[in-house]
């Protein structure tokens, strides 16, 4: 019990400094919004910032989430701090000569690689992305570095601080904003995101030496420890690639829509989607995913199996609703959070249309994110990485079809049911082996949840349209949102404790408690 009400604490602090950083995030995109809308800047910035992070992602970023965690928690269950640190400073060093050599590559071949990634571009917006490229593609290496770290520090249950790293960088960007663009434009933009990026590896210095841990060089590729983390990388590396190479492909598609609008639209919604969903997603797969890696390191098999049943249930408990109720408030959210300078009506509304569809995803998003860390977790990676490559040509094959149809829609759909295929495709073979979580109360449980977000989505849609036009600009905007999402937070919760959902009856005791201290 105590174990539980400490985990609970530890995800509720991520949480809330995950959604600083996140809100500091979606008040730089609205600063990016207002300042250059989805021009030409816009969407060569965006381009500019997405090809280092897509290859980083797909080289690197399985390396230091999938493979270090598991294998530094392996060396701290049989060798102690010592054997694991050892580890962890061959680990940097190779992570380190590996990412410059990439970020060599990505500035001499910065025109290929635009060319690559949005080849709807006119010849003055693709030179613009490929300079902005240059500039930006050392946030590889320091990207690899502060990856590294927060893999070190999450092993050693210290989670505060990594969760925090994004407000950092975040804070760098907004004071840009404030201060410099004027005069330096999009390129001091650029380069603000590198300043930015170097901190969040900066900042995690400090906990890192109270841990006990100091870097010296350490090349020792033949380890058993580096070997391991090579033997996994292969497989697990295309289930990691998923999100950002399917966010690669709907931009390439993008680029030909609205004259390469279409690049910052789904941008723009993915960003603000990924706040609302990671702030919880991330903050929970970020707190189980060590524990799980100890919970295989030790073959504790049942805890295993049940701390993935319970994580699934509270998440999709929590994201079913959100899902349903972005879909719903989709274009005033867009509105309130984006419109305004060279936002216009139509950037509104290409938007709303991507975010309202790529939400439908959302549940399976979740769902992907906290099966695969069990995969990692049990150092297997043939299942995520048959996953993710049928998640990519399911994304690219429907991209194909419904583009010319359906536009900037077309492409969000694409994505949703792209991840909603890779959860399902995750989820079956822990079925068939026994080690699955649908069990006959989890599907009844699910069923619950999806008759309660109907009737919180129905509730939010009328009550959001009755307050509708009331007040004109942000504050009929806020309006409209605040009382959808009063509605439809009520209904859900009533609805699921009547359907008693542990997850309701959880709060609405925590809720008796808190009515009796304040009466004591």
Known sequence: MEEKKSGARTIGIVMVLTLLGKVMGLYRDHLLAVHYGMGMEASAFYTASRIPRVFFDAVFASAISACFIPVFSEYLESGGKKKAFQFSRAFLTIIGILTLALTGLGMAFSEQFVALFADG?????????????????????????????????QSLDEFN???????????????????????????????????????????????????????????????EGMKKVFTL????????????????????????????????????????????????????TNVIFPRLSRLAAGEQADAFRSTIRSTLHACLFFVLPMSAGLMVVAKPLISF??????????????????????SLGM??????????????AQQSGREPLIA?????????LLCLVLTESL???????????????????????????????????????????LLATVLMAASASLAGGAVEGALSGKAGELLTLGVSACAGVAVYFAAAAVFRLEEAQLCVRLIKQFTKRGQT
Do not use: C
């Open 388 to 396: 993710g490559g049928v998640s990519i040509g399911v994304n690219i």
């Open 407 to 449: 536009a900037v829609s077309g492409l969000a759909i694409a994505s949703a049911v792209s991840s909603t295929v890779y959860a399902l495709l995750l989820l079956l073979p822990m079925e068939r082996k026994g080690q699955g979580v649908l069990s006959r109360g989890f599907v009844t449980d699910l069923l619950k949840m």
């Open 233 to 284: 990388m292969g497989p697990v590396m295309v289930s990691t690639w998923v999100q950002p190479i399917n966010l690669t492909i709907n931009s390439k598609f993008g680029s030909h829509l609205y004259e390469g609008a279409g690049v910052s639209a789904i941008e723009y919604a993915t960003n603000l989607y990924l706040v609302i969903a990671g702030v919880f997603i991330l903050s929970v």
């Open 161 to 223: 601080i990594p969760a925090l790293i994004s407000a950092v960088s975040n804070a760098v960007i907004i004071l840009y904003f404030w201060t410099l663009d004027g005069k330096f434009g999009v390129y001091g933009l650029a380069a603000a995101f590198l300043v930015g990026w170097l901190l969040q590896a900066v900042v995690q210095f400090p906990a890192l030496h109270k841990k006990g841990f100091t870097y010296a060089p350490r090349l020792e590729l033949r380890s």
């Open 363 to 376: 549940a399976g998003y979740a769902v992907q994110n906290i099966l695969s860390r069990a995969y990692f």
């Open 121 to 153: 571009y006119n010849a003055e917006t693709a030179a613009l992305a490929a300079s902005l490229t240059r500039i930006m593609f050392p946030t590889v290496f320091f990207t690899g570095l502060a990856f590294s770290f927060v893999g070190i520090l």
């Open 337 to 358: 959070v984006y419109g305004g300078g060279e936002f216009d009506a139509f950037s509104v509304e290409i938007t709303s249309a991507a975010l309202g569809w790529v």
